[in-house]
């Protein structure tokens, strides 16, 4: 996978809160003319300030996002079975379960007590109780309210993994159904008000790790049935923060929510502002306007000398931080195939003196993609994180051709060749079609195609490609 950095900065002295913070680098307009700076009152230090780029465009509805902004927002106002704990070494621990799942000895059955006293923020769609507490068929309207938006959201990710959920969501949507519904679903069930029971179709070690995802955020029911054509500006969560106000996608506030069941947040209020200009950017910074606010590629050098604040900020009490972002998975193999997907030591080794084959790097640097901005990710998981020992002989990512003919010439696949037919194996490679993707994707794709077509070669493999556009590449992926 290819990483994606972020750079921000944020003003010394600040705690943020324990959110998971992503934030891309985006390009910058013009900057405006800088008009003097005026003296900001001080707010009580109970304010959390961030201003965002105009290049994003979030939506508060966890089931219909996709970019680490929106994900931002929304963890403030909503919760997840399972959370990552922020600290030296984030880990997963629970947060509307109860505790971690109780596993059938076959994989297939999970079985999670969920947190009642967790309590919904204050909506009209509750009608005169206003509110009401946490029950587990809210865990399952919205998990089959997130297969429903199925591509539009982040559905892939539990994909084919619960039963019969992809059979209910393609029926619902060609219905137009995006509201709750009683329709059963053999894999996904509520007993009782606190036990949700997920039936899988195959065993998934997993399946904690993808339940903390901002987009596996527990919805109420009566939220899905009222706003559901809202929620992209209307929030019906548990979590910490409720949205106190917003304006046309240029300000969201969170106020800390004092009906909270857990520990209260450090910040009363939290507010992000979308800014044009740069020069808005600096200056907020510099007159503590905002506490934090997005690194853009063309003016980093401008205010940044060996990873510190230089230029405009050298004299601010500023931090630079970089924070890995959400990265760009560019080759999976389909693991139904009998040689590519092939679960013993051949095939083992196949895909592994393929991935060795790809030089990552030099796919970035043929694709203008800059470094400072982007680059391998070197483990299975990011350092510091748990699990970031897995597997460590694996080197993933890492570039090395002479291992990677060693490695297929000590399996049956020698040289390249099929042993069935003794002619060259073929790889078929399925990649969106890059005439429809923005400039830079489409660089990035094409010398992805190139770089792994010259690295199968040294290995005696033949590349095959498919340019499909975003239909047919998913039914492909879909049919396997």
């Known amino acids: 996978m290819l990483q994606r950095i972020g750079l921000l900065t944020i003003a010394a002295g600040v705690i943020l809160c324990a959110w998971q913070v992503s934030m891309i680098a985006q ?10 700076a005026k003296p900001v009152a001080e707010e009580a230090s109970t304010t959390l300030r961030i201003a965002f780029s105009p290049n994003e465009s979030p939506t508060l509805d966890p089931h219909a996002a996709r970019d680490p902004f929106s994900f931002r927002l929304i963890s403030a ?33 999970v079985t999670i007590k969920v947190n009642t006293d967790a309590k919904f923020h204050s909506n009209i769609c509750f009608g005169e109780a206003r509110s009401r507490n946490l029950k587990a068929s809210d865990v399952v309207h919205s998990l089959k309210r997130l297969a429903v938006y199925g591509d539009n959201g982040m559905y892939w990710l539990a994909g084919g993994l619960i039963k019969g959920l992809d059979e209910y969501a393609t029926k619902a949507r060609y219905d137009l159904i995006y509201t709750s519904t009683d329709t059963v679903v053999e894999g996904l069930k509520a007993p009782d008000d606190e036990t949700v029971v997920i039936t899988l179709t195959r065993p998934y070690a997993p399946l904690v790790t993808m ?9 109420a029911r009566e939220g899905i049935d009222n706003l559901s054509g809202m929620l992209s500006e209307r929030m019906v969560g548990t979590g910490p923060y409720r949205l106190n106000a917003l304006s ?14 857990g520990d209260k947040p450090h910040f009363e209020r939290v507010t992000f502002s979308r800014r044009t200009y740069w020069n808005d950017f600096v200056e907020g910074l510099k007159t ?7 690194m853009w590629p063309e ?14 900020l050298a004299k601010t009490p500023t931090e630079i931080v970089t924070q890995d972002e959400h990265g760009y998975y560019f080759l999976s193999f389909n693991m139904k195939d009998e040689i590519w997907g092939a679960l013993d030591d051949d095939g083992r080794a196949l895909r592994r003196a393929v991935s060795l084959c790809v030089n990552r790097n030099q796919v970035l640097e043929d694709a203008n993609w800059a470094a400072d901005w982007n680059g391998v990710q070197t483990g299975l998981y990011p350092n510091g994180m748990e699990f970031e020992d897995t597997d460590e002989r694996l080197n993933y990512g890492g570039f090395d051709l002479d291992l990677a003919k060693k490695t297929l010439d000590g399996s049956k696949y020698k040289g390249g060749l099929d042993p069935a ?34 690295g199968l070669k040294t290995l005696g493999i033949k590349l095959d490609v498919s340019y499909l556009d975003t239909t047919n590449y998913r039914n492909e992926v879909v049919k396997a």
């Open 27 to 36: 390009v910058a307009p013009a900057p405006a003319r800088l008009k003097p």
């Open 77 to 109: 106002g909503y919760e997840t079975l399972y959370m990552y704990e922020p600290g030296a070494h984030p880990h997963v621990v629970p947060c509307l379960a109860k505790d971690f799942p109780t596993i059938s000895e076959d994989g297939l059955t």
């Open 211 to 219: 339940l903390a995802h901002p987009a596996f955020s527990i919805v």
């Open 248 to 261: 046309d996608g240029m300000l969201y506030v969170f106020k800390r929510w004092d009906e909270y069941r």
């Open 288 to 294: 503590a306007k905002f506490h934090e606010m997005p």
């Open 299 to 312: 003016y980093y050098d401008r205010v940044v000398k060996d990873n510190k604040p230089a230029g405009e």
């Open 421 to 454: 037919t003794g002619k060259a194996l073929t790889l078929s490679f399925l990649v969106y079609d890059t005439s429809r993707l923005r400039s830079e994707y489409a660089r990035l794709y094409n010398q992805l195609i190139v770089n792994l077509r010259a």
